[in-house]
């Protein structure tokens, strides 16, 4: 390798966040940007494997998860004019979250306290009883129901699709095929290594944003942040609902998670923009954050990877032990799934589950504490890492993105960089400071 690509801003990860990261740059800068993934396009991974909600913030506790709730609210209006102004599929079909027993209800009445609390405006929900909640979801059975109007059905893929190709339009390069081989700080900039099949190549950098998604622990691991947490892979496998049933069920069905100490929801029965039907998903504990097929047994480059002391401490939790057990039924027995999610939809036999969906992988930080509920930020010399990006991530990417570009900017961290934008487009999201305002 004779040289080094030069750019002012390196962004590693084509997810959704790293698209929204570079988009927000190439309109308030005249930064010259590179965004760079290991796959030839954007959203290959978590970013198009996903449930494809974008949810009020109802469920997200306002104190531990603050940041998220504070994302997705803003982001929702995002979301939304992107799909009018591009054409977009955005189909306001609305979520029913159920409680299957008396104890739920105080729960889902906490959901609305914590609605408000989020600035999600009471005509937004309705606390149902069971007979209410059948009559607007005939086969769904539950003693209580929250029903939340404004939850949309999305395609995530493409709306980074979009949001990337106005980055690139607006000037930023992108860069494919590149697996980050090596990171290291060298005189003020921040200089990596990628390998590009049998090729080498890399890049130098005044700024570089990692995020990578299952990958960025590793990044910030190399330049020698975050190194108290390790990370946990949890693949989430879907079941396509047959023709003959899926459309007498309208809403996305919910049911409140069994084990709120952990960051996973139980299956629930979820409508896709195109009027597909699929129930899921599982948490089952794999060997990476690409393991989207067969056993995907924990191994050693994910278990043994340093420090073991926060999964050692995890695993020894009996409740997590449970859990995980009980996620590989459902991954290894469509009847066993199947049984999950007739607890509240009881007309739904195995029979109609007729083909397995789409898989995803969550890449879960785990600390000192445990499984860690947000995203945390690390910054080094000339590098910013964002790590545990995880659901609703891409709820709140837009006004999370424009959060860490102005936090940039007011730190000083782009200051040398930014030039004239030159012809570069106006933005589709509005002012930063207002997407950024939580």
Same mark, same amino acid.
């Given at each position: 390798?004779?040289?080094?690509?030069?750019?002012?801003?390196?962004?590693?990860?084509?997810?959704?966040?790293?698209?929204?990261?570079?988009?927000?740059? /190439?309109?308030?800068?005249? %930064? &010259? !940007?590179?965004? @760079?993934? *290991?796959?030839? $396009?954007?959203?290959?991974?978590?970013? =198009? +494997?996903?449930?494809?909600?974008?949810?009020?913030?109802?469920?997200?506790?306002?104190?531990?998860?603050?940041?998220?709730?504070?994302?997705?609210?803003?982001?929702?209006?995002?979301?939304?004019?992107?799909?009018?102004?591009?054409?977009?599929?955005?189909?306001?079909?609305?979520?029913?979250?159920?409680?299957?027993?008396?104890?739920?209800?105080?729960?889902?009445?906490?959901?609305?306290?914590?609605?408000?609390?989020?600035?999600?405006?009471?005509?937004?929900?309705?606390?149902?009883?069971?007979?209410?909640?059948?009559?607007?979801?005939?086969?769904?059975?539950?003693?209580?129901?929250?029903?939340?109007?404004?939850?949309?059905?999305?395609?995530?893929?493409?709306?980074?699709?979009?949001?990337?190709?106005?980055?690139?339009?607006?000037?930023? /390069?992108?860069?494919?095929? %590149? &697996? !980050?081989?090596? @990171?290291? *700080?060298?005189? $003020?900039?921040?200089?990596?290594?990628? =390998? +590009?099949?049998?090729?080498?190549?890399?890049?130098?950098?005044?700024?570089?944003?990692?995020?990578?998604?299952?990958?960025?622990?590793?990044?910030?691991?190399?330049?020698?942040?975050?190194?108290?947490?390790?990370?946990?892979?949890?693949?989430?496998?879907?079941?396509?609902?047959?023709?003959?049933?899926?459309?007498?069920?309208?809403?996305?069905?919910?049911?409140?998670?069994?084990?709120?100490?952990?960051?996973?929801?139980?299956?629930?029965?979820?409508?896709?923009?195109?009027?597909?039907?699929?129930?899921?998903?599982?948490?089952?504990?794999?060997?990476?954050?690409?393991?989207?097929?067969?056993?995907?047994?924990?191994?050693?480059?994910?278990?043994?990877?340093?420090?073991?002391?926060?999964?050692?401490?995890?695993?020894?939790?009996?409740?997590?032990?449970?859990?995980?057990?009980?996620?590989?039924?459902?991954?290894?027995?469509?009847?066993?799934?199947?049984?999950?999610?007739? +607890?509240?939809?009881?007309?739904?036999?195995?029979?109609?589950?007729?083909?397995?969906?789409?898989?995803?992988?969550?890449?879960?930080?785990?600390?000192?504490?445990?499984?860690?509920?947000?995203?945390?930020?690390?910054?080094?010399?000339?590098?910013?890492?964002?790590?545990?990006?995880?659901?609703?991530?891409?709820?709140?990417?837009?006004?999370?993105?424009?959060?860490?570009?102005?936090?940039?900017?007011?730190?000083?961290?782009?200051?040398?960089?930014?030039?004239?934008?030159?012809?570069?487009?106006?933005?589709?999201?509005?002012?930063?400071?207002?997407?950024?305002?939580?």
């Amino acid at each position: 390798m004779s040289s080094l690509r030069q750019t002012d801003v390196l962004v590693i990860g084509a997810g959704v966040l790293g698209a929204s990261l570079a988009y927000w740059l /190439s309109v308030t800068s005249g %930064c &010259k !940007v590179t965004l @760079v993934d *290991q796959e030839d $396009g954007v959203a290959r991974h978590a970013s =198009s +494997r996903n449930t494809g909600i974008v949810h009020r913030p109802f469920y997200l506790d306002p104190d531990t998860k603050r940041v998220f709730a504070a994302s997705a609210r803003l982001s929702y209006p995002l979301w939304r004019g992107l799909a009018e102004r591009h054409g977009l599929p955005w189909s306001q079909n609305g979520t029913v979250e159920v409680a299957l027993r008396d104890s739920g209800v105080g729960t889902l009445e906490k959901y609305v306290a914590w609605a408000a609390r989020n600035g999600v405006d009471e005509s937004e929900l309705e606390l149902l009883d069971g007979r209410e909640v059948r009559s607007l979801e005939p086969e769904v059975e539950c003693r209580s129901g929250l029903h939340v109007r404004t939850d949309a059905s999305v395609d995530f893929g493409a709306f980074t699709a979009c949001i990337g190709s106005l980055a690139f339009r607006n000037g930023v /390069s992108f860069l494919g095929r %590149c &697996k !980050v081989a090596s @990171v290291r *700080q060298k005189a $003020g900039s921040t200089e990596v290594l990628f =390998s +590009r099949g049998s090729a080498a190549e890399g890049a130098r950098c005044s700024l570089l944003v990692n995020a990578a998604g299952g990958g960025a622990l590793d990044i910030a691991h190399a330049l020698g942040l975050a190194r108290k947490y390790s990370m946990l892979n949890f693949r989430g496998d879907y079941w396509a609902v047959s023709e003959a049933f899926g459309p007498r069920i309208r809403r996305n069905v919910y049911s409140l998670p069994r084990h709120p100490r952990f960051p996973f929801l139980d299956p629930h029965f979820v409508v896709r923009p195109d009027g597909r039907r699929q129930i899921g998903p599982t948490a089952v504990m794999v060997a990476g954050p690409y393991a989207y097929a067969g056993l995907g047994l924990l191994s050693a480059p994910s278990f043994l990877s340093a420090p073991l002391g926060p999964k050692l401490g995890l695993l020894s939790d009996p409740e997590f032990a449970s859990m995980v057990l009980d996620e590989w039924r459902s991954a290894l027995s469509k009847r066993a799934m199947c049984a999950r999610v007739r +607890r509240f939809i009881p007309g739904l036999g195995a029979s109609l589950l007729v083909s397995r969906g789409i898989s995803g992988v969550r890449s879960s930080l785990v600390g000192p504490g445990g499984l860690v509920p947000e995203a945390l930020v690390f910054h080094g010399e000339s590098s910013i890492h964002v790590l545990n990006y995880n659901s609703p991530g891409a709820t709140g990417a837009p006004s999370y993105a424009a959060r860490l570009v102005a936090d940039l900017r007011d730190s000083g961290m782009l200051k040398g960089l930014e030039g004239a934008p030159g012809a570069r487009q106006g933005s589709v999201w509005g002012d930063l400071d207002a997407a950024a305002a939580a």
